[in-house]
């Protein structure tokens, strides 16, 4: 019987993580199954248990899952542990490792498939949940001048950097609300980490705190130049991304740690990407 994985969510019909991983398989010849598992809510452990049952190997966790994920798991990794959220898991015998991925995507597209460093960048990341929390640790890794985060609700990003700060993290960490952001202010790169853009909404971001050599990074995909995106665009921000780099870059961390083997991702971000227009 071949490997079994699959993603976990609900609704997960949408996921391109079946797609992904298959074509990974393909490129890089292992013989494994990927498919998606609606997990009923309120059932996630049972769920996962019934997949282990049946042989399952390793699952990738999406809305909703990614809380109870961690809390199933035996073993947390600690980019698990600091964003208290998992977005993948291996399965070995009774243990069940823990590992979060997003973050560690975001920061290879951006830093390698889109070529800007984040060392000594000024970095305003933007919302304060799920996404963000699994960013913060890989963004302070690559030592920026400082990382802002800034969110509608202002007690989360101040507990989100109290949080950070607790575990040693640098002082160039700091947080608020829109309002705390200086006029003159001004950011490297930007990172959208709300979930404005999927409503077509816009966070009550200033204009002006875009560097025009700069980058506007929206982790949201697929859906085109987004009201940030032309934000950034109508401020004259010379570089500007979605999301599908980090999905495509988080992927091929599972699939590494899964199978040994990155595969290539290039040709996978090209082909599930949407024009920014
Ligand atoms: P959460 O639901 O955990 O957090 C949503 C955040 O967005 C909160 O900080 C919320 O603020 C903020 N927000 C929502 N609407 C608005 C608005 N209109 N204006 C300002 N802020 C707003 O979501 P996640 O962190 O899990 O995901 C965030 C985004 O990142 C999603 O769009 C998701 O699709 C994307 N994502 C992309 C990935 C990829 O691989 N490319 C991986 C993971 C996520 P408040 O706290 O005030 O409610």
Redesign the pocket.
Known sequence: MIDRYAVIGNPISHSKSPLIHTGFAHDSGQAMSYTTLEGPLGQFAATVNQFRAEGGKGLNVT?PFKLDACAYATDLADSARSAGAANALKFEGDRCYAENF?GV?LVRDITHNLGHALRGQRVLL???????RGAVLPILQQSPARLFIA???VA?AQDLVAEFLAHGTSAVLEGGGYGDLGAAEVFDVVIN???????A????LPASAFAAEGLAYD???GKGLTPFLQLAQHSGVAHLAD??G??VE?AAEAFAWWRGVRPETRCMIERISVPLQ
């Open positions: 809305v997003d995507g933007l919302g304060a949940g799920g996404a963000t969110n509608r609700t989360k980490a709300t979930s404005a853009s999927l409503g909404e816009l966070p009550p982790m949201v995909y999301g599908v980090m999905l988080q």
